[in-house]
């Protein structure tokens, strides 16, 4: 999987926001936090993928991280979600894939977790899956990724510099008729004499009338307003699932300043998890009465903040770093080239 040798958006010169980024601007720049893809292009039909987001690399199912799941709205497939609802919770990695590839890819984190040691009498999972339609530019009929090519992408997760564009999941997803994909920034916030990480990371896959940093980009006539979005949301601040997702529904307001129509047909979730140690739900915590620290409502807004800023600022990496992409229309048969987005014409929006 070569990296893309296109800007980013900082490198074009955007700043979006006030926060300072992390070393990596990415959602790994909150510790431990583990990104794998695999990505699928073959013959002339297959364009697909998966990518693995582990909160930590250690076994999931025994140490749980607090999360919660909020919806703008609900046109898509989020696998999971009702538990995450009622417990508060992450018991494994989390996988985003193509829609028909939803139940192949909770089979994988299935096989995954049951097989890491510990959990050898294990006997029920919540899998987390979610998912964006590709087919505009992919079979999405013909089965891929498979099982296998999922397990790869759990892994292939690791720390460090985060892969975007048309990689992974975000191998053949468009956004606002160009070609999407995988997107990560982060933000580094201080509160109350202490810096904590926040990071985002996107499969963009939706439409409306793109706004760069509050600037009109004038793409080519198109009929795009449906289409999703999986946001997903790490930080290392302790917070309750509560809070966590007060954090993840405020990620809406990243998506609103891209220009996104928000149409009747879009599916837009944001799952939000925190890594600290101090409320992981270990094995012991969970047999006791547990005293967990949180974050005050009343010092978490900056945090809020900066899931705007670093959402925004994923969703604009992700089409910067996609490449040009031919592949099928699904629904046409018919062959499809999705461009990326103009880097020259971003450029010149920072002038006007």
Not at 166 to 177: H, K, M, P
Not at 188 to 201: E, Q
Request: proline share 5%; hydrophobic share 40%; with cysteine.
């Amino acid at each position: 999987m070569p990296e893309s040798n296109r800007p980013r958006l900082r490198d074009i010169g955007f700043k979006p926001g006030h926060f300072a980024t992390g070393p990596m601007n990415a959602i790994t720049d909150v510790a431990d936090v583990r990104i794998g893809h695999v990505t699928i292009m073959e013959g002339e039909t297959i364009r697909t993928g998966a990518t693995a987001i582990l909160p930590h690399g250690g076994n999931l199912f025994q140490d749980k991280v607090p999360a919660a799941l909020a919806v703008y709205n609900g046109f898509g497939k989020f696998a999971g979600a009702t538990q995450i609802e009622e417990l508060g919770e992450l018991e494994t990695p989390v996988v985003l894939t193509n829609t028909l590839a939803t139940g192949r890819a909770i089979e994988a984190i299935n096989r995954y977790t049951l097989a890491q040691p510990g959990n050898e009498k294990v006997v029920s999972l919540n899998a987390v899956v979610g998912e964006t339609n590709d087919s505009r530019l992919n079979d999405i009929r013909a089965g891929r990724p498979t099982t296998e090519e999922v397990t790869k992408a759990l892994e292939n997760a690791v720390t460090g510099p985060v892969l975007e564009g048309s990689i992974g999941a975000g191998t053949g997803t468009v956004a606002f008729g160009m070609k999407g994909g995988i997107g990560t920034a982060s933000r580094i916030v201080p509160i109350a004499g202490k810096n904590y990480s926040l990071g985002v990371l996107v499969q963009s896959n939706y439409g409306g009338h793109l706004l760069v940093c509050g600037k009109p980009y004038l793409s080519p006539e198109h009929k795009d307003k449906d289409g999703s979005i999986v946001i997903v949301l790490a930080t290392d601040a302790p917070l309750s699932s509560r809070n966590l997702k007060r954090l993840a529904a405020r990620s809406f307001g990243g998506l609103a300043r891209t220009g996104a129509a928000l149409s009747n047909g879009s599916g837009d979730y944001a799952l939000a998890f925190s890594t600290a140690e101090v409320v992981r739900r270990t094995p012991a915590r969970r047999k006791s009465v547990a005293d967990y620290p949180d974050l005050s409502n009343d010092v978490i807004s900056p945090l809020f903040e900066a899931a705007i800023e670093a959402t925004e600022e994923a969703i604009l990496n992700s089409m910067c770093s996609a490449t040009t992409t031919t592949g099928i229309n699904a629904a046409t048969g018919k062959p499809s080239t999705i461009d990326a987005i103009s880097i020259e014409t971003l450029s010149t929006l920072l002038s006007d």
